[in-house]
Structure formats: C-alpha cells, structure tokens
C-alpha cells in the first residue's frame, strides 16, 4: 500500500514452548500439568491433566491443516520474526494473550495452577516484555483461588505488567464474576493500574466430569455457530461487572473485551438500563451512577474484520471502540491487514480513525512508545 495505516492491535497471541510448566515446575506440579499419550493406532489419544484424563480424537489431515493455519503467521514463537511481521503489517504495539493458559480451568490443584500461572508470567516478561517496549503481555491469575489470583496480580504489577488476562468465566469450582468474593481482586486491580483483559472464546472446560467438550454446535452449521457463540461470553463478563456494582465501586477499573466486536457495547447499555428501570423493585445492588456512563467510560472492546464496529465509533457515541489483528491467528489479519485498515478507514473521520487505531489503545497503556512519524 502506498499510504501505510499504522494502528496498534488490542488482541495478539504468543504461543509458548509446549513444556513451559513441565519443564519448570518441581517433579510433584510437573506431574500435573497437562500431557498426551497417543495411541499406537495414531488415531485417538488420552490427555492427562491434574489427575484427571479425558480422550479425544486425533485430527484428521484436514483438521491438522486447519490447526496449523491458524498459527500460521513466522512470529507465532519468535519474538524478533514477529516484530519482522509487525512492521510489515503497520502495527506498532499490540496486547499479547497467552496460549498455555487457555488450559487454566482444567486445573483443580490450587498450588499446581497457581504456581504453573507463576511460571508463565516470568516466562513471558523476559521473553516478551523486556523484548520491545512494543509488546504489552497479559499476565495470568489463578480463577480458582481468588486469594492467590491476588497475590500473583501484585506480584506482577511490581514486574511491570499493564494488563491482567481473564476467561470470560472464572475456573468451574469458583464463584461467578458477579459475586462479592471478587472484590478483592477488582480492588487490586484499580489499586496496581491493571487493565482487565477478558478474550472470547475462553469459557472454562469443566474436565471434572471426564469429558471434553468445547464444541457446543454439531450438524449444519456448526462451524459457523459455533464461531458466533464465542463472541457471548465478553458480554456476559461485562454484564456481571456492571450489574453487580463491581464497576461502580471502582471507578478508575478499566476492562477490555478483545475480539468480540463492538456493536453489542450500546445494546448492552441499553437492555441493562431498561432492567433497571422497569425491574427497579428488585434491583440489587443499587447503582450510584448511571449503566450507560459506567460502560462507556470504563468498558473497551476490541474487533477486527467488523464494519459496524467502525460505524459504532462514528454515530452511537461509544468511544472506545479498538482494532485488533489477532496475530498470528487464521481469524486475523495477518497477511492482509493493510488491505482490511484501508477497506474499514478510507474515507472516515481523521479523528474516528485515529481513536480506533491507535487512541483507545494508547489510553489503556500510557507508556507504549508512540507510532514515529517517519513510520
């Protein structure tokens, strides 16, 4: 392109080595954490975790090809390759999910997943953060002890982490969002200047019950409703934070919902304040300030591909509109981001698109380095 959009991404990942929590945890954690056997057939294989085991087929040709595209970009596990890829693609800074963590619900052993969350967060600050003042790595908390997702939260604020990932639902044996046994979580992070970073996709998987079964949809369809369904779980984090004062209590909180769109924020609003209104009676806790400014000045939301995302920054007066690449996933922009900058820009406000691209995002992390001007 000739005239280059640099943005700043509010959704990346980074994929760590497979034995990052074997290879550094003691020999009665390591144990724990996950593992495969595979069948001598190649067919089927029994995945190991924290005492429980749960078996599952092994993809087909097909589905291998499609799980390595989705990782497919050079800097999916090379720190400088990515940057290589970063300024090919015009993004300056991004936020970095985690990919081991995705397994965090699976633990039921408060030590192995607190100890294992450790691991990942001084793992992920040398390689990542002290990499570029470019990268912004989210740190990891325990879901299922909320004392120890406390300590590890101000463990990290002290290393120098900006942003706290969260599932979208907390670990299957604690309690919801919603409850006031959070508080002290949602206190810290005020506290420490934490970003809340909730992804889609990332409700737990409850392995307790000896299955595994992250594909709610089968039959026709399913590979589209089952990508739509992803897309809920943001806003229901949302709503719980809202609803239950949490937000309210703690004014200077600011959260993120990375790769969820962001049409739904003003609905959101909307259906919320209407509960409250007509439901008054029964509303508890009692709200000091109004759910729309609540939601517009403290909730982000992140998207990638999304027309209305952009026509929502432009005319429903909800500013925190972020893009996001997704890097290095199949889902992403990578490959093509420029081509997408320019399809969502041309032709929109100067100020629109600057507040999307790079804007929102420089509000929640102050301290990136901005975008030079020869860039």
């Known amino acids: 392109m000739a005239n280059k959009i640099w943005a700043n991404s509010g959704d990346s990942h980074f994929l760590e080595p497979e034995t990052l929590w074997a290879d550094n945890l003691p020999p009665r954690l390591a144990e724990l954490v996950p593992r495969s056997v595979k069948d001598e ?3 089927w294989e029994t995945v190991h975790i924290d005492g429980m085991a749960f078996r599952r087929k092994l993809p087909t040709s097909a589905a291998q090809e499609f799980m390595e595209a989705t990782n497919r970009a050079p800097g999916a596990r090379d720190v400088n390759l990515r940057m290589k890829d970063l300024d090919q693609e015009g993004v300056w800074s991004e936020l970095v999910f985690p990919s081991l963590g995705m397994w965090s619900s699976s633990f039921r052993t408060p030590e192995v997943l607190r100890e294992a969350m450790r691991v990942s967060n001084d793992w992920a600050f040398e390689t990542l953060e002290k990499a570029t003042p470019r990268l912004v790595t989210a740190g990891q908390v325990s879901t299922l002890d909320i004392g120890d997702a406390v300590a590890e ?6 290393m120098g982490y900006r942003a706290v990932y969260m599932p979208v639902q907390p670990h299957p044996l604690q309690k919801d969002y919603n409850r006031d046994d959070w508080e002290p979580f949602w206190a810290a992070c005020e506290a420490a ?9 990332t409700d737990p998987i409850d392995l307790s019950k000896g299955e595994y079964a992250p594909v709610k949809f089968r039959g026709p369809g399913g590979a589209v409703l089952n990508y739509t369904e992803t897309t809920f779980g943001g806003q229901r984090a949302i709503m719980k934070m809202v609803a239950s004062g949490a937000l309210d209590r703690h004014p200077d909180l600011k959260v993120l919902v990375s790769e969820g769109g962001a049409t739904w924020v003003p609905f959101i609003a909307d259906r919320m304040i209407e509960g409250y209104r007509q439901h008054h009676m029964a509303v508890r806790p009692k709200l000091k300030r109004d759910i729309k400014e609540i939601i517009y000045s403290q909730v982000y939301a992140s998207f990638q591909h999304d027309e209305s995302a952009v026509a929502v920054a432009q005319h429903m007066g909800y500013n925190n509109v972020m893009w996001g690449s997704d890097y290095p996933h199949m889902e992403g922009t990578y490959g093509h981001t420029q081509e997408t900058l320019h399809n969502l820009f041309d032709g929109v406000d100067p100020k629109v698109v600057e507040r999307v691209t790079v804007g929102a995002y420089r509000e929640l992390f102050p301290t990136v380095p901005e975008i030079p001007t020869a860039a």
Do not use: S, Y
Request: proline fraction near 0%; aromatic fraction near 6%.
């Open 193 to 201: 200047n934490m970003v809340i970073a909730f992804h889609i996709g």
């Open 41 to 43: 057939d190649g067919e």
């Open 153 to 158: 939260l101000e463990r990290i604020a002290e």
